[in-house]
């Protein structure tokens, strides 16, 4: 009626038989109960594999969701940790590259800021050195001087020391007579009053001076300087300090011959 | 044989149900492995597919026992879940794992093999 009463052979189930196969089992009063409605080998065989068979299909599902579910979930310790390592050179390297990247963007962005500071320092250096050099028209504080002849003549040498003396009390642009004072600038005797840079000039001589007026007064007119010898060989001068003189006049300076810039240092 | 004709037509169906009861407690419950069962729990699945071939085969054999069916089940599954848990312990899990798949995979063709000839007489 039953395989139970098969006794003869030993490798019964191929996953496993254990000799106690043959044996006959001991009633067990549990399963009793419910062999009451089925038949009672069958029952409990049934049951039996049904339990274990459901126990199998849940696992199965489990184990099915979960490697759907996480592709790390099935890996063991050591494959993760290689995995965790691939994962954090990645990110190391991607990180250098950002670090060089970054370093760049740095670097381009303070070459055009530098490039552009150069710009101003250019410009800048463009407007003082063109009124310095006289190639800029000028404006600001400073003297209106003038000065008249009386019955002798004023010599090229005593209006030179006038500039001489204004350079030094630090003025920063010059004009006599509509004439822009520059380095190369030099006073000759003439006939009729004096010439300047080739250009013949007579008294009165007007001096247009831009630099610190509270300066540049008392240096010109400091005792045995270039106004007293003036006023003293019978000259007139008036010396006026102005909070605004204006020099229109402009000079071209020449492109230098001999000299060239030394780059080195 | 009149009993396993017998037996075969009232043994399938109730496991049948056991089964499908399983996986859809699988479905509707959607439980998470705990994290130590994880590396266990798909070599025990395997395990117990041979285990459930087995017991097959030995339905078909006219020799079904359900002590040996149960007894074959929870040892093939702890003794997988065993060598897998020694092989992680030597530090060779991986290829122990690999080697009990092997196995059982090897076990559930012939398993297969045999249920075939019963089945199709080939």
Redesign the interface.
Known sequence: MSKHEEPDDAAASPADAPSTETAPRPPMTAWRRVRGAWRPRATRAQILAAILCAVLGFALVVQLRQTQQDEFAGLRQSDLVRILDDVNRRSDALEREAAALRETEFELQSGSDSQRAAIELAEQNVAVQGILSGRLPAEGPGLEITIVEGTKRITAARLFNVLEELRNAGAEAIDVNGIRMVTSSYFTDADQGVVIDGIPVSAPYRWSVIGDPQTLEPAIAIPGGAMATITTNGGRTTIQQKTLVEIRSVREPAEPKYATPDVGD | MV??DY?MG??N???????????A???FL????PVYL??Y??I??VA????????L??LL?????????????L??VVVAALIVFLG?QL?V??QLSTGVVVVLGI?IF??AA?IRRHLFKA
């Open positions: 009993t396993s037996s009232e043994y169906v109730i496991p049948v149900f056991g089964l499908l009861i399983g996986i407690a699988g479905l959607e439980p998470t492995v994880q590396p729990l798909p025990a699945v117990a597919l041979d285990a459930l071939f087995g017991g085969r030995a054999d006219g020799m079904f026992d359900d002590k040996v069916f149960l007894v074959s089940f040892s093939n992680d530090g899990g991986t076990r012939s398993n045999a």
